[in-house]
């Protein structure tokens, strides 16, 4: 059964980048033509896509954070990451990463605040 | 960006019975491969959203088959054939038939 993680800092300052890694288990991220992507919720926005990232390393971001995203793949370590920069209260969220879009890591609670 | 409008926001059903959700999208979900990019998620409180439908009306692995989907273009509905306790969270409609994929606001559901 495929597994995915989230970690990283749960509390980010203003104007600084949100790091999160989602570490795969029960299957390969390279070895699968999947996407793998990053969502976040937020009682303001509800359920956001914030990006993708394909097997062969594709990225796809959504337009509203494209200039602030960045996601990457390391297949040594079979995981994907997300970097946002800079930050603002705006994205205190609830940060999902999946192998969309059937799979889900069970989420965590970013806070932006100083 | 497609819009998703879910009605409606909330839902109290006594158990036993049906309940039946409406997602509209704001263009047309079917794609020239022929699929449309249709799904409905339910999410219960702390958790992950759980895939339940793909592609308007296919039930992922291991759900009931009291949930169902049907509809096509722009209109989707998404009925519960007679709710159980353990069905109580929020529904979500997404598409994917076009870039940024977007979700529906939500719909409540909870037991009477």
């Known amino acids: 059964q495929l597994q995915l993680q989230e970690s990283g800092p749960r509390l980010v300052k203003p104007s600084e980048t949100l790091s999160l890694t989602c570490t795969v288990s029960?299957?390969?991220?390279?070895?699968?033509?999947?996407?793998w992507g990053w969502i976040r919720q937020s009682p303001e926005k509800g359920l956001e896509w914030i990006g993708s990232?394909?097997?062969?390393?594709?990225?796809y971001y959504n337009p509203s954070l494209k200039s602030r995203v960045t996601i990457s793949v390391d297949t040594s370590k079979n995981q994907f990451s997300l970097k946002l920069s800079p930050v603002t209260a705006a994205d205190t969220a609830v940060y999902f990463c999946?192998?969309?879009?059937?799979?889900w890591g069970q989420g965590t609670l970013v806070t932006v605040s100083s | 960006d497609i819009v998703m409008t879910q009605t409606p926001l909330s839902l109290s059903v006594t158990p036993g019975q049906p309940a039946s959700i409406s997602c509209k999208s704001s263009?047309?979900?079917?794609?020239?491969?022929?699929?449309?990019?249709l799904f409905w998620y339910l999410q219960k409180p702390g958790q992950p959203p759980q895939l339940l439908i793909y592609?308007?009306?296919s039930r992922f692995s291991g759900v009931p088959d009291r949930f169902s989907g049907s509809g096509s273009g722009t209109d989707f509905t998404l009925k519960l054939r007679r709710v159980e306790a353990e069905d109580v969270g929020v529904y979500y409609c997404?598409?994917?038939?076009?870039?940024?994929?977007?979700f529906g606001q939500g719909t409540k559901v909870e037991i009477k």
């Open positions: 029960g299957g390969s991220i390279s070895s699968s033509r999947y996407y």
């Open positions: 999946a192998r969309l879009w059937r799979y």
């Open positions: 592609e308007v009306s």
């Open positions: 997404m598409q994917t038939r076009q870039l940024p994929p977007t």
């Open positions: 263009q047309s979900l079917l794609h020239s491969d022929g699929k449309t990019y």
């Open positions: 990232i394909y097997y062969n390393g594709s990225t």
